[in-house]
T-cell receptor
Framework: GAVVSQHPSRVICKSGTSVKIECRSLDFQATTMFWYRQFPKQSLMLMATSNEGSKATYEQGVEKDKFLINHASLTLSTLTVTSAHPEDSSFYIC??????????????FGSGTRLTVV | AQSVAQPEDQVNVAEGNPLTVKCTYSVSGNPYLFWYVQYPNRGLQFLLKYITGDNLVKGSYGFEAEFNKSQTSFHLKKPSALVSDSALYFCAVRDISGYSTLTFGKGTMLLVSP
């Protein structure tokens, strides 16, 4: 089945530094990937839609300059949290859609990244 | 705009008893509905989906869900709960008329006691 690998699973960084999170589709090509943020005991909040070869589409209220998304290939999207602050601490999850399968079937999720900014 | 409501923050059930996790939705057109499960510090795992056809959908781990168009509901059910079913469950909806992302409910924590 479709597998999405997300790395790292956990990261602790100092305030002011940047952190990159990778999302890879291992056995399929993904023209579209989605980045979510999840607060404790809360649902997933869609941050942005990442499209291969073009700029990401950010949801309202999400800072583009803070959450940099790059989708340079059909199997890799990255989310970089720039100048991280403690309030950026959260659980980040990516999702990928298989380009060869109908859109409504192709949502496969990564295992998530727990970011802690100290 | 599409939306999903999961009215219960938490559902408690004893092992061996049937369980129901409720979900209602709102979309402008025909819905595509999904249930996902999340274990602590993990991503979401797909359980089942309703696209079209039979209103009773069977999924992974013995779960099933019933689509009710008149009540705009898609409740998740299992005849006999296991302790290992304890997790966070998300209902999600997508409108087939062009909106390409999933909208999630806030999640329901299922706790199955031995």
């Amino acid at each position: 089945g479709a597998v999405v690998s997300q790395h790292p699973s956990r990261v602790i960084c100092k305030s002011g530094t940047s952190v990159k999170i990778e999302c890879r589709s291992l056995d399929f090509q993904a023209t579209t990937m989605f980045w979510y943020r999840q607060f404790p005991k809360q649902s997933l909040m869609l941050m942005a839609t990442s499209n291969e070869g073009s700029k990401a589409t950010y949801e309202q209220g999400v800072e583009k300059d803070k959450f940099l998304i790059n989708h340079a290939s059909l199997t890799l999207s990255t989310l970089t949290v720039t100048s991280a602050h403690p309030e950026d601490s959260s659980f980040y999850i990516c999702s990928a859609r298989d380009v060869n399968r109908p859109a409504l079937y192709g949502y496969t999720f990564g295992s998530g990244t727990r970011l802690t900014v100290v | 705009a599409q939306s999903v409501a999961q009215p219960e923050d938490q559902v408690n059930v004893a092992e061996g008893n049937p369980l129901t996790v409720k979900c209602t939705y709102s979309v402008s057109g025909n819905p595509y509905l999904f249930w996902y499960v999340q274990y602590p510090n993990r991503g979401l795992q797909f359980l089942l989906k309703y696209i079209t056809g039979d209103n009773l959908v069977k999924g992974s781990y013995g779960f099933e869900a019933e689509f009710n168009k008149s009540q705009t509901s898609f409740h998740l059910k299992k005849p006999s709960a296991l302790v290992s079913d304890s997790a966070l469950y998300f209902c999600a909806v997508r409108d087939i008329s062009g909106y390409s992302t999933l909208t999630f409910g806030k999640g329901t924590m299922l706790l199955v006691s031995p």
